[in-house]
T-cell receptor, first 115, second 114 residues
Framework: GIQVEQSPPDLILQEGANSTLRCNFSDSVNNLQWFHQNPWGQLINLFY???GTKQNGRLSATTVATERYSLLYISSSQTTDSGVYFC?????????????????FGQGTILTVHP | DGGITQSPKYLFRKEGQNVTLSCEQNLNHDAMYWYRQDPGQGLRLIYY???????QKGDIAEGYSVSREKKESFPLTVTSAQKNPTAFYLC?????????????FGQGTRLTVV
């Protein structure tokens, strides 16, 4: 099946700093999503971005599907940005080529923002 | 507000017991999914359902069972056959089962074997 690798595994920042999180995937994808898992465990949708660039406030994301990677940018980080960031993809090759929306997750990037 | 509701938030199970985790959505989504998360790891798919009265095994289905009698509901039963059930369980839904659309998640249920 498709492999998803996220880097870095851990990231420690001072409040106000900028950061870039990376997601590499091993095959073509139909869907790519970025999530933030808060301290209570809930997965918050950040971006649905199978290709192109999107921005939402201090966060933006870019997916270059032909080169099999996606980047999540966090600018002017705040302590509330702390948590785990996951990249997840849907591959058209799962289930014998019939996609059923199964998300394959990376291991996540643990972000800690200090005041 | 539309969303996905999981209950209970915390669940304790004795050895040998079956327990059922609830997942309800009012988003009018066709497809629903159950994932399991172990500490420090990403999520893995247990079961999924694209339409009512149909469901399929995911990557780690052994020791689990599901039903999909209503569009809004997709309960997961963790049976005594599941050797290591302590984990965080997340339910998700997508609008269409046969096409690729954005997935949304519930708040999760933390299951502990005592």
């Amino acid at each position: 099946g498709i492999q998803v690798e996220q880097s870095p595994p851990d990231l420690i920042l001072q409040e106000g700093a900028n950061s870039t999180l990376r997601c590499n995937f091993s095959d073509s994808v139909n869907n790519l999503q970025w999530f933030h898992q808060n301290p209570w465990g809930q997965l918050i949708n950040l971006f649905y971005i199978p290709s192109g660039t999107k921005q939402n406030g201090r966060l933006s994301a870019t997916t270059v599907a032909t080169e099999r990677y996606s980047l999540l940018y966090i600018s002017s980080s705040q302590t509330t940005d702390s948590g785990v960031y996951f990249c997840a993809v849907v591959s058209p090759r799962d289930a014998g080529g019939t996609s059923y929306g199964k998300l394959t997750f990376g291991q996540g990037t643990i972000l800690t923002v200090h005041p | 507000d539309g969303g996905i509701t999981q209950s209970p938030k915390y669940l304790f199970r004795k050895e040998g017991q079956n327990v059922t985790l609830s997942c309800e959505q009012n988003l009018n989504h066709d497809a629903m999914y159950w994932y399991r998360q172990d500490p420090g790891q990403g999520l893995r798919l247990i079961y999924y359902s694209q339409i009512v009265n149909d469901f399929q095994k995911g990557d780690i289905a052994e020791g689990y069972s599901v039903s999909r009698e209503k569009k809004e509901s997709f309960p997961l039963t963790v049976t005594s056959a599941q050797k290591n059930p302590t984990a965080f369980y997340l339910c998700a839904s997508t609008r269409f089962g046969g096409a690729i659309t954005e997935a949304f998640f519930g708040q999760g249920t933390r299951l502990t074997v005592v």
